[in-house]
């Protein structure tokens, strides 16, 4: 397995020319990320509006952005796949869908099944833009793309009255290398179990963990930096990309700190907007 860094600004990441076999990503802030591989292009949970800011305006958490969105949300062209985890105005983002969905007449919009009258509604996905999934299922969108959903737990796994999981996260298979999303999530008993039979070779994981003050007041949590890294060793997954900083003064963690930690059996690291992520599978 081989994965470079490189500087290279979001707002560019058409122009980045890929060998073949290659795949590239970006960090969006918070759980977002884009991707280019096999000729596609897509995202996951891009927040890169203000909606947040002006449903919390006056609040106890006002949701103020700490960065700026790197890439406008009308910047977002060319794209094949817009994955969202969970309903959360962070994850399924209207304000960013408003904006890219009718750039990208193509794009479809992969969403939890629970989440159906939430995507249409006030999230303004048109309802043939969905393919919807729930957990223990998968969709091959492409020769070169495909998504398997398993259950995610933020503070709680929650089922609908059909008994379909309103957060999810998502393993991709791209072409051979696998990526697991976890949405929000924290540890819950089997997920370790299940991720390990999955061959997976990074982890896509929120670590600004939890709290009782946040708790409290309705914020729920997701794994610590420790918690991640546990999950990983048990799942042997031996690279995570650890997110979920840097948008929220009240939601967040210290990625300098968490960095000085190591683990000699996961590679970690903390990604920083405008740096691009190259990887190629080789032979070994």
Avoid at 159 to 177: M, P, Q, S, V
Avoid at 188 to 213: H, Q, T, W
Wanted: aromatic share 10%.
């Amino acid at each position: 397995m081989q994965i470079t860094r490189q500087d290279h600004p979001v707002r560019r990441w058409l122009e980045l020319e890929l060998s073949p076999g290659e795949t590239a990503f970006w960090w969006l802030g918070q759980a977002g990320f884009a991707f280019r591989s096999g000729g596609l292009n897509f995202v996951f949970d891009p927040y890169l509006s203000d909606a947040l800011a002006v449903k919390y305006a006056g609040k106890e958490f006002p949701h103020t952005r700490m960065m700026p969105p790197p890439i406008l949300p009308e910047e977002l062209v060319e794209l094949d796949f817009y994955f969202c985890t969970h309903r959360h105005g962070d994850h399924m983002d209207a304000g960013t869908l408003k904006e890219a969905l009718p750039r990208n007449p193509r794009c479809l919009v992969i969403a939890p099944r629970a989440e159906l009258a939430h995507a249409t509604g006030k999230a303004g996905i048109p309802a043939e833009r969905l393919r919807l999934i729930d957990a223990g299922e998968k969709l091959v969108l492409t020769p070169e793309l495909s998504v398997e959903a398993v259950a995610s737990c933020h503070e709680e796994i929650v089922y609908d009255e059909r008994g379909a999981c309103h957060f999810l996260g998502y393993i991709l298979d791209l072409g051979g290398l696998r990526i697991y999303h976890s949405g929000d999530c924290i540890p819950y008993p089997g997920l370790a179990e299940l991720l390990a039979s999955k061959n997976i070779d990074l982890a896509l994981l929120p670590v600004n963990g939890r709290d009782e003050f946040r708790g409290s007041r309705g914020v729920p949590g997701n794994f610590t930096f420790d918690e991640a890294l546990s999950l990983c060793r048990e799942a042997g997954i031996p690279r995570l990309l650890g997110h979920h900083f840097g948008m929220f003064e009240f939601n967040d963690v210290d990625p300098l700190e968490l960095a000085k930690r190591e683990d000699t059996a996961v590679t970690t690291c903390f990604p920083r907007i405008d740096e691009v992520f190259r990887w190629r599978k080789s032979a070994d």
